[in-house]
C-alpha cells in the first residue's frame, strides 16, 4: 500500500492531511510538506476508527494520557473509564500500558470507548506468560495483533541494543533503566545472549508498519530516571541510534514519533530536546514530563508539567502526562482527570512562545484578559482550562460581581471607575 508519507511525498492531500490542517488552522500545503519531511505525523492506522491528530511542526503541543491494567490490579472497567475522562479532559491520545488481566479485551474496549487515537507496547503483550519464554516472533506477533486492533501508534524500544547497553554498563547511574519496555528487552538479550529483535530485524518492523499505516514512537528505553542519571552517555548513546531509525523510517515511507526522558533538571532541559531534534532529523518529540525534581511524590503532575512547559518552548511536540499518583501507584479516575488539566495547561504555556502556534494561543489568553476586564464571569468560565473547578471556587464567593479576595476593593472595578468606563 502507499503510506500517508508517501502520499505527502506525491504532492496529494489527504482527507486527514486536510482535517488536521483545519483543526490547527494550518495551511493544508504546509501541512503536507512537513508530513513528507517527517516533522509531523498523523497517527491513524488503516484499521482505526479515531479522529485524524497531527503532532510536530506547525501542530499545537499534544498531551497524551497512560491508562491501563497492572497485574496487581485489574479492572478493565476503571481502565475504560479512565480513558473517558482523559478525552473529556483534553487529553489528545490515550496509551494503553496494560499488563495485567485479558489484554486483548482490555485493548478493544479502550480502542472502542474514545475517538482519539491509541497508542500501547506491544511487548508487554509479548511477554505475557514470561520474559524467559517471550521469543522474537511473540514480539512482532503482538505488533500484528494491535495493529490488526485498530492501535495507531505503537512504542518500539529498538534504541535498546548492544551499544546503547554498553554505555548503560560504563555509567555511573543511580537507577540504572526505568523504562519498562527498555528492562524487559535488556532482560530479554542477557537471557538470549542475542541483539534486540526489534533493532536488528527493524526491516520487518517497518514492513509490518507499512501494511498497516502505523505509527512507530521510538522508545526512550535509556531515559534518566532521576536528576542524577539526566543527560548522560547512555541516554546521547541511545538518541544517536533514533536518529539512524527515524531515517531508516522515512526511507520506507513509516511515520516515527521520538520518545524523550525522563528526569531532567530545569536547566538541562533546553540541551536535551535541542539535541534529541537534532540527531533525529527534527521528528515529533514526545515527553514523559520532563519531571524537573526527584522529590514531590504525590505533586509530580506539577513537577513534569514544569519541565513539559520548558520542554515545549524548546521544540517538544507532544507531553505525555504524570499524575499525582506516578511513583507511587495505579492512578485513578481522580488522578487521571488531574493530570489531564495541568498537562494541558503545561501545552498551552508552551504554545504561548512556539512559532506557528503563538498567534492562536495568546489570543485565547486576550481572550479571558478581556472577559476578567469586563468582569464576565459565565464567559471566564468557558474559557477556563477547567471550567467545573473555576466555577466550584468561584461559588464561594459572597458578591457574583467579583472574587471574594478583593470584593469591593476589586482592582478592575475600582479602575473602571478612575478612567471613566462602564
Not at 504546509?30 to 516533522?39: E, F, Q, S, T
Not at 503483550?125 to 521469543?135: K, L, P, R, W
Not at 539526566?230 to 516515527?256: C, H, M, Y
Request: charged residues 30%; hydrophobic residues 40%.
Amino acid at each position: 500500500m502507499t503510506t500517508l508519507m508517501e502520499k505527502a511525498h506525491a504532492g496529494l492531500l489527504t482527507e486527514e492531511i486536510k482535517r488536521v490542517a483545519v483543526e490547527e488552522g494550518a495551511d493544508a500545503g504546509d501541512v503536507r510538506k512537513y508530513i513528507a519531511l517527517g516533522h509531523i505525523v498523523i497517527p491513524k492506522s488503516v484499521n482505526s476508527k479515531s479522529s485524524p491528530v497531527g503532532v510536530g511542526k506547525l501542530m499545537r503541543t499534544k498531551v497524551n494520557a497512560n491508562i491501563g491494567t497492572s497485574r496487581d490490579y485489574v479492572d478493565i472497567e476503571a481502565e475504560v473509564k479512565k480513558a473517558i475522562i482523559a478525552e473529556k479532559y483534553g487529553a489528545d491520545t490515550i496509551m494503553d500500558l496494560s499488563t495485567g488481566g485479558d489484554l486483548d479485551l482490555v485493548r478493544k474496549r479502550i480502542i472502542d470507548a474514545v475517538s482519539i487515537p491509541v497508542g500501547s507496547v506491544p511487548i508487554y503483550q509479548a511477554a505475557e506468560d514470561g520474559i524467559e519464554s517471550m521469543t522474537s516472533d511473540d514480539m512482532f506477533n503482538a505488533v500484528r495483533k494491535h495493529a490488526k486492533d485498530g492501535i495507531d501508534f505503537v512504542t518500539i524500544h529498538a534504541g535498546v541494543n548492544h551499544e546503547s547497553f554498553k554505555r548503560l554498563k560504563n555509567s555511573d547511574r543511580i537507577l540504572d533503566v526505568v523504562s519498562r519496555g527498555g528492562a524487559m528487552t535488556l532482560s530479554w538479550m542477557k537471557q538470549n545472549y542475542e541483539e534486540n529483535p526489534f533493532y536488528a530485524e527493524y526491516d520487518y518492523l517497518l514492513e509490518l508498519a507499512r501494511e498497516f499505516e502505523l505509527t512507530i514512537s521510538l522508545g526512550d528505553g535509556m531515559r534518566p530516571g532521576c536528576i542524577n542519571d539526566a543527560s548522560d552517555r547512555a541516554k546521547f548513546e541511545e538518541f544517536i541510534q533514533l536518529g539512524e531509525l527515524v531515517r531508516r523510517a522515512r526511507a520506507a515511507g513509516v511515520q516515527t514519533l521520538v520518545e524523550g526522558p525522563g528526569h531532567v533538571p530545569i536547566d538541562e532541559i533546553g540541551l536535551s530536546v535541542n539535541a534529541m531534534k537534532h540527531l533525529t532529523g527534527d521528528a515529533p518529540l514526545y515527553l514523559l514530563g520532563p519531571l524537573v525534581t526527584d522529590i514531590a511524590p504525590g505533586y509530580d503532575h506539577i513537577t513534569a508539567a514544569m519541565g513539559g512547559a520548558v520542554a515545549g518552548m524548546h521544540g517538544a511536540d507532544f507531553l505525555c502526562m504524570t499524575t499525582p499518583a506516578e511513583h507511587l501507584a495505579l492512578p485513578d479516575e481522580d488522578d487521571i482527570r488531574e493530570g489531564a488539566i495541568v498537562a494541558r495547561i503545561a501545552a498551552h504555556a508552551a504554545d504561548l512562545t512556539k512559532a506557528g502556534v503563538r498567534e492562536k494561543a495568546r489570543a485565547k489568553d486576550r481572550e479571558m484578559a478581556l472577559a476578567r476586564k469586563d468582569l464576565d464571569w459565565n464567559r471566564q468560565f468557558m474559557l477556563a482550562i477547567d471550567s467545573e473547578k473555576a466555577k466550584n471556587i468561584h461559588a464561594r464567593s459572597k458578591n457574583a460581581d467579583t472574587c471574594s479576595m478583593c470584593g469591593e476593593l476589586c482592582s478592575i472595578k475600582m479602575m473602571k471607575d478612575v478612567l471613566g468606563k462602564k
